[in-house]
């Protein structure tokens, strides 16, 4: 599968108006989106860094994925995506490779791109994300 790049870095955070204080105010990074992703019951807010984002995660709701993550360990690195040609290729190529896939297709994730998930039990414990904005069959 052909990966150029990694696209995003995910921290799950109790409060995107207090954790973006670090961002902004120690590192002088600009936050150019804050967008809600109802479908994955989060708020989410991003920064760049060259081609790199880090997403900020804030829970919407106490069934939210990063809700669960927070209570179970705390906030702190919650996942990493790579950019990638193709999700659905990217996520089959995996399944033959005998990985646990979370999506078997891509879905609409923040930040409009294409998104999909591989467990992190089949992942070395890293919950893993294919992102793509290119054209998706
Ligand atoms: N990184 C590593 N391990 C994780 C994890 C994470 N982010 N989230 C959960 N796990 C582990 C748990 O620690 C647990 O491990 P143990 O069985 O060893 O205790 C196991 O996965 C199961 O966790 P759980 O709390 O029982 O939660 P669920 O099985 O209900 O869900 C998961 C886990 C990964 C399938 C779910 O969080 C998911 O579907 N995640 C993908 C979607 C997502 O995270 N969306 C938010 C971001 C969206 C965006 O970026 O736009």
């Known amino acids: 599968m052909y990966m150029s790049h990694i696209d995003h870095i995910g921290f799950a955070v109790r409060s995107i108006e207090e954790s973006r204080k670090y961002y ?24 760049k860094i060259g081609h790199t984002k880090i997403e900020l995660l804030e829970a919407t709701d106490p069934e939210s994925p990063v809700a669960k993550f927070i209570e179970k360990k705390g906030p702190g690195f919650h996942h990493i995506a790579y950019f990638v040609d193709n999700v659905n290729e990217a996520l089959m190529i995996a399944e033959d490779r005998d990985c646990q896939l979370i999506d078997k297709r891509y879905r609409k994730g923040a ?23 290119k054209f998706v069959l």
């Open 111 to 133: 930040d409009g791109m294409d998104i999909g998930f591989i467990h992190p039990k089949s992942s070395d414990g890293i919950l893993t994300e294919f992102c793509s904005n």
């Open 24 to 47: 902004e105010n120690v590192l002088g990074l600009e936050c150019y989106k804050i967008e809600e992703v109802p479908d994955q019951k989060v708020k989410t807010a991003f920064f």
